[in-house]
């Protein structure tokens, strides 16, 4: 599972970085052109972040303002030319053309914008949410676009993280707009991150893909190498989303390297726990308490609780995978106690629900289901209708676990709704595929059959050919239980087909024991044990514990 995507809110400069947009400045403020050029290739993060500085010292208007002026001007030229981004150097020559009065406005907006983000680290979306509307309405009163436009991406960043995904695409809208309009390339394509993030998340994965892609090709020729550790840590998500351990792995190994090279500790946290995620899952649980327990220094470093509170909320599912059940407890316990003093909303109901389901698997429902009421308070209190549907979605889950089928059913029927209600396709087949699960296991076949083709139609709208695969070979099993048998057949031909396009080898094992269950309701034992046995060379070591024991537990009958 992986637990954060990266939202693009730059933290307060630490250590090496702010050394190094120190370093620049002096340069600029010397005009060593040549070493200031080389500099600013080198580390294009601390220039910007420089030629900040010295455009707020220029604000005094004296002497000693002129002088950081013509240093800012100077820099912003190099930058200008060894990233081929002139936004900085635009907006040096407007801030030169204003009177004293609108320089210290300027200087108000981006301070507010800033004094934002170093809020929502440390105490929530709550505290940081005023800052960055004030800073947008300061920003409009001086007419500065490009002021306006990077308030509401970091507003729109904010209520993704609240899990307000109609806010966040409303604010990311209107950020790319304005930043379009005043040609800022970086905070534009920040923008368009954020909504291939909701893409994501609605289970739109195409999309989000071809988004991502789109984005990062762009930040490279900018040298914009704060985003390009974001999408290449958000493309690893997403490759986890689809099942590709591999591909993850690059990309987080990448994104890390990205930030170590540019000193941007919070990049280099975000990747490093979802890096630490994968170790978990693939059971190499030494790697991940290390990358965990890197990014937690790093957050503690950077003074941000919600992403310490990442951490602690990964450790805890990682204590969960080996069957640490008290280790686990703690730590998602502790995740939940941060989370819900600082927010966002939308992780204090995911922790509430892996506590639902630490309570399922340690056989006390009670306390599980008393999780999953506190998860759906927690839900409505919060900015975005989807976590209800989400909560929805776990209650099913959870009910089918203890073929509570009838709480099931009405669980998953639920959560179908209120994501039609948002929009989320992605979330509405998810429901539905649970739903067919259930009516299947309930001995409803031809209901399953029907419910399970929505489920499938819906994960290939959302782009999703991953999920439709899967509804694909559960729908083949409903479909052999009606009778269907010829038509099973050739649903399954078109499962595994797009299973092995996407070198899936854990659901091209699956569906090889799928084929093996038909050979065996059709009287030809010899033949599903080739298949079976086929399966487990396809699965071989990995990690894939709800594929292996069905291939395990059909070679044995």
Known sequence: MTLA????????????????AEALRALAMRGDEAALRASVSRSPVAAREATQRLLERSATGDAAGDRALAGANRLAGAIAVEHRDSFPLREVMRFASWSPAERGAKVAVDSLRRAGNSALGRAGFAAAHPLWQESARRAQAL????GMAAAYGNIGAGYYGEGALD???????????????ARDARTELNALGGRANV???RGEYAAARTAYERTLGLRERIGDVRGIAADRTNLGILAMELGDADAARASYLEAIAVSRRHALRDAEATALVNLGALASEEAEYADAVAHETRARLLYRELGDRQGEATTLHSLGLLELRRGDYPAAKRKLE????????VGPTAAAVAVTA?????SAAMGDPQAARAHLDRAQRLARRGEGPGLEADVALLRGDLAAEYNAWSEANAAYREAASKYRATADVGGGARAQHGLGLVLLADGDAAGAVGVLEVAAREFDAAGDTRGMALAQLD????????GERARARRTLATAQEALEKLKDPAGVAASSAVLAELEMQEGRPAAAEAL????????????????????????GD
Do not use: M
Not at 6 to 14: E, H, I, N, R
Not at 167 to 181: I, P
Not at 334 to 341: G, Y
Not at 354 to 358: K, N, P, W
């Open 532 to 555: 079976y046995r086929r399966a487990l060379l396809e699965l071989g070591s990995r990690p894939a514990a709800s594929v292996s024991w069905a291939i395990h537990a059909g070679l």
């Open 143 to 146: 007419g500065d676009t490009a």
């Open 334 to 341: 502790a995740a939940l106690a941060l989370h819900r003093e």
């Open 199 to 201: 893409l994501r998340d």
């Open 5 to 20: 995507a990266l939202l693009l809110l730059p933290q307060v400069l630490l250590g090496q970085q702010a050394s190094q």
């Open 354 to 358: 892996d506590l639902a389901r630490l």
């Open 475 to 482: 729908l083949v099993a409903a479909l052999a239980e009606a």
């Open 167 to 181: 806010s966040a695409v409303a604010y990311f809208d209107r950020a790319a707009v304005l930043a379009h309009a």
